[in-house]
């Protein structure tokens, strides 16, 4: 099922609107955003300027940095009396990046999350239980209204209690999980702990995963717990854009379908800023076509993917971007290599002998970085024996030589001793500040 008309309109016509909607935006921000006028004064450009789709190059990008510089409500495009709802991110490293919504903004957010739930599987029939944080997140509601839009029923369970999160799925029969992929393999871990087969015991039939990146080998991991039924889709944003709702997969499962006629993407050379040939791999930069209340021009995602703009098998014709394969914020350099997690990951998903979760531990030790990654054995795997132990280590320690062109520390553990998440996965400790 497609939701949407704007969903299967031709090249043509999906131009049209975004010329429009942009011409207007530009407008907008220029006459009432103080900074986006001082950056396109300073650039040489004027809204009246913007003629074509091409002309979106010369408009300034806009960076995390620009929120923080305007922290809280310096970017915004309406009166703080127009606004409906505040979100904001996290904000692990000091201010949180604060966005807000009129109503109008609420409504086209909960459209937008429709439409990617029902490509990615959701039917009106489905009981979807969100385990992602309720609260300044924008994860939990987005999905909550964009289901509920389509007519499901929702269940707002939240994070935690794992438990407890189980015997509502079990009792209440939920058939759609929206989590983060981490917690979902959680979810299911503690099921198979209960007694519970999750593949006959629960009812499930679509995943709605998101918030962080899901390589293929944690899809397949997925299929190993929960069975091959189960359909598991991915959905791709962020609070700066809109929350949950910029793209997602449909059950075709060959990119994130765009929408397109909210969202304008564009990618670029991160190292130049110049835009990139269509088809060719760089950095997202997505300009807010529809938004009242805070709309971003050319905001730069640090998300490395490419677009694709054939139409797609399930009859959708919005440009699908990759699925990620990492982030430029999450890369390490280590000892002068770059390094993306998503690829330890992928070597040790499909390593027979462990389990999914892992952490990666940087030092640096005598100016030279040391990096160590902590397994687990599977439960099936575990064992005294010594030689077997050094075995499965240097299966590791050489896979992860020949997809990263480094030597890595392997520690096993025992199952079930590294930490679970609930939200987003922290796998990550880079302790070199401060060391030599
Ligand atoms: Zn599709």
């Not at 935006?25 to 006028?37: H, M, N």
């Not at 309720?134 to 509920?148: D, K, R, S």
């Not at 359909?231 to 929350?243: A, D, H, K, R």
Request: charged fraction near 30%; proline fraction near 4%.
């Amino acid at each position: 099922m497609i939701w949407a008309k704007e969903e299967t309109l031709s090249r043509e016509e999906i131009e049209a609107i975004q010329l429009e909607k942009l011409k207007k935006v530009v407008s907008t921000v220029y006459e009432k955003v103080a900074p986006y006028r001082a950056k396109m004064d300073e650039a040489g450009i004027k809204p009246e300027d913007v003629k074509s789709l091409n002309d979106l190059k010369r408009l300034p990008f806009t960076t995390k940095q620009d929120m923080r510089d305007n922290y809280p409500f310096g970017l915004f495009a309406v009166d703080k009396s127009q606004l409906a709802r505040i979100h904001a991110s996290s904000g692990t490293t000091g201010k949180p990046t604060v966005v807000g919504y009129t109503k109008k903004d609420l409504e086209t957010w909960a459209e937008c999350v429709a439409r990617l739930a029902v490509a990615g599987g959701a039917e009106s029939s489905d009981v979807c239980q969100i385990c992602f944080g309720y609260g300044m997140f924008t994860g939990a509601l987005g999905l909550h209204n964009g289901l509920e839009r389509i007519g499901a029923c929702i269940i707002p369970s939240s994070t935690g209690n794992t438990e407890k999160q189980i015997m509502y799925m079990k009792d209440y029969g939920t058939t759609l999980l929206v989590a983060t992929p981490s917690y979902a393999l959680r979810i299911g871990e503690v099921a198979t702990q209960m007694g519970l087969n999750p593949k006959t015991d629960l009812k499930l039939k679509t995943a709605l995963v998101g918030s962080e990146l899901l390589t293929e080998a944690m899809r397949d991991e997925m299929h190993k717990l929960y069975g091959d039924n189960l359909t598991i889709t991915q959905n791709y944003g962020m609070s700066e854009l809109i929350g949950p709702g910029v793209s997602g997969e449909c059950t075709e499962l060959c990119g994130m379908h765009i929408n397109e006629d909210h969202f304008l993407a564009e990618i670029i050379d991160p190292e130049t800023g110049e835009v990139l040939p269509a088809g060719e791999k760089g950095e997202l930069v997505v300009t807010c076509l529809s938004k009242e209340a805070l709309p971003l021009i050319r905001y730069r995602t640090r998300d490395i993917t490419r677009l694709m703009y054939e139409p797609c098998k399930c009859g959708r014709t919005t440009a699908r971007m990759e699925n990620l394969s990492g982030r430029t914020d999450d890369m390490l350099k280590i000892r002068g290599v770059n390094v993306f997690p998503s690829q330890i990951e992928e070597v040790l998903l499909k390593t027979e002998e462990i389990g999914p979760h892992y952490e990666i531990i940087v030092d640096r030790k005598n100016h030279s970085d040391i990096l160590t990654i902590r397994v687990e054995l599977a439960p099936d795997k575990m064992t005294d024996d010594y030689a077997e132990l050094e075995r499965i280590r240097l299966k590791l320690k050489s896979a992860l030589r020949v997809m990263l062109g480094l030597d890595a520390v392997i520690q096993l553990e025992s199952p079930n001793t590294l930490k679970r998440f609930e939200g987003k996965a922290k796998r990550v400790t880079d302790n070199r500040k401060g060391q030599n």
